[in-house]
């Protein structure tokens, strides 16, 4: 009896140890914490190495301004044609020429390209003051004797002054929104730190610790370790492998199969934008798959232990249940060899010998009279005195 009631205490441990409900509510916020955490740490690489690299700067530059396509109230124009007709139309001598060929002008891209290097170099925290887009740079770009020369257009004073006038709400608009997103509050606070080195650390050392903590709730509930590290790696893995996966396609329609005409402007120019996504994320992907890889295997050897211990465990329970029960005395059998059993069946007598018994009984008793013709006889006697028949 005492190695059956170890036995059941033993079952009772391994029951108590099994993850219940917390195991999974536990798993599934460890889950969406990590997603957003390597979210954050994809973001942050790309933007340090968006502005690190200058990589807008060298978009710009690789880029044909004139060629971009966009749709103002359900027309589809170009770039040059949308500039024209918003900032240049009422201008005394330019024209829809001049303001394509305005913005292919490395002069014009170079206002742009300056503009790009001063707010990576304010978000990543070399400088302390905000870049403004300049209207008057813009148009002292458009006076350059090279624009000139090129359109046959020249860029007077009333030019000038036309475009400052029209330009006069657009571009303070943008400058307004710009110090909105990335100039006041927590906004500004957050984006500035995470365009920097110390913010992808911090955001990769964020992630790294809740790899940590998922650890030791794990260790403590008794958690499924394999199913732990699965769950880590694939949090990991759904941002930086949707991101990637955005990348590949978005470079095989622009630039090898041409299948976005509003972006044929960018064949050149997209993948030097998209290589500060594409290798971070690339990275992250290849290191949760690993993590994801090495919790499926311990998955797998888990399930086969659990497998191998419980037909061991059903194995051993008739032994054991036959050892623990008090053993029973049995009787030795003789050596002879065994009978039938015996069967008890009532005792009918046969018809013939009822009727026997019933003649006998009724015939007279001897010494009475004949029981041929009815006459006297003396007992003892063998033959009737009267008729000679043979006394029984």
Not at 187 to 205: E, N, Q, S, Y
Request: charged content about 15%; aromatic content about 8%; proline content about 5%.
């Amino acid at each position: 009896m005492a190695k059956k009631q170890s036995r059941t205490s033993e079952q009772k441990a391994e029951a108590s140890k099994k993850p219940g409900a917390g195991a999974a509510i536990g798993s599934i916020v460890f889950f969406i914490l990590t997603f957003l955490m390597a979210s954050v740490l994809l973001c942050s690489s790309t933007l340090y190495l968006t502005f690190s690299q200058n990589s807008l700067t060298k978009t710009i530059d690789r880029t044909d301004l004139s060629a971009v396509q966009l749709t103002d109230d359900g027309v589809r124009q170009d770039l040059g044609s949308w500039v024209y007709r918003w900032y240049m139309e009422g201008a005394p001598n330019l024209t829809p020429e001049f303001a394509q060929a305005a913005l292919r002008n490395d002069a014009v891209k170079g206002v742009f390209t300056a503009y790009c290097t001063d707010l990576g170099q304010y978000l990543m925290r070399e400088t302390n003051d905000l870049p403004m887009l300049d209207a008057e740079k813009l148009a002292d770009a458009m006076q350059q004797n090279s624009l000139s020369q090129e359109t046959g257009v020249t860029f007077l004073k009333e030019d000038r002054s036309y475009f400052l006038w029209a330009t006069g709400e657009d571009i303070p608009e943008w400058n307004n929104e710009m110090h909105q997103i990335v100039g006041t509050g927590i906004g500004k606070v957050m984006i500035r730190f995470f365009c920097t080195l110390p913010g992808v650390i911090t955001a990769g050392t964020l992630t790294l610790l809740l790899f940590v903590l998922w650890i030791i709730f794990a260790v403590k509930g008794h958690w499924r370790k394999g199913k732990m590290l699965t769950g880590y790696g694939v949090a990991v893995v759904l941002p930086n492998a949707l991101a990637l996966l955005s990348c590949g396609i978005l470079l095989l329609l622009v630039t090898v199969l041409d299948a976005i005409p509003t972006l044929s402007f960018a064949i050149d120019s997209l993948p030097v934008l998209l290589v500060p996504m594409i290798w971070p994320s690339l990275a992250y992907t290849l290191g949760g798959a690993l993590i994801a890889s090495i919790g499926i295997c311990a998955n797998g050897v888990a399930k086969s232990k659990r497998v191998v211990s419980d037909s061991s465990v059903q194995a051993s329970e008739p032994a054991s249940t036959a050892t623990s029960a008090e053993p029973a005395e049995t009787p030795q059998e003789p050596d002879t060899e065994p009978t039938t059993a015996f069967t008890y069946q009532p005792f009918e007598p046969q018809k013939e010998t009822v009727q026997a018994h019933a003649e006998v009984d009724n015939a007279p008793s001897a010494g009475t009279t004949c029981p041929h013709c009815g006459a006297p006889v003396t007992e003892g006697s063998k033959f009737c005195g009267s008729c000679g028949g043979v006394l029984s």
